[in-house]
């Protein structure tokens, strides 16, 4: 099983590794959604979605979705 955004717990840190997908929207990538970047889980709205991420310094709300298709590596 791969570790994605999706799977973070509050709090964690993590790099990304690999987008799997090319249905992430262009704004992700052009806010620093890249491989390489840390991201960091804020927080998550009821249900799961959308979830807050802080990367690089910008604060994102994604759904769980596009979450899920966003590879990373846990650093703590």
């Known amino acids: 099983m791969n570790t ?3 799977t973070l717990k509050r709090g964690q ?3 990304i590794k690999e987008i799997t997908s090319d249905a ?3 704004k992700l990538l052009e806010m620093g959604c890249l491989p390489g ?3 960091e ?8 979605c ?3 991420l802080n990367i690089n ?3 994102l709300a994604i759904r ?3 979450a899920a298709q966003i590879e990373v590596q846990i650093i703590y």
Do not use: C, D, W
């Not at 889980?41 to 799961?48: E, G, V």
């Open 4 to 6: 994605t955004i999706a």
């Open 13 to 15: 840190r993590a790099l």
């Open 24 to 26: 992430i929207p262009l």
């Open 37 to 39: 970047n840390e991201v």
């Open 41 to 48: 889980l804020i927080q998550t709205a009821p249900f799961q």
């Open 50 to 52: 959308p979830m807050y």
């Open 57 to 59: 310094g910008s604060h």
């Open 64 to 66: 769980k979705e596009i």
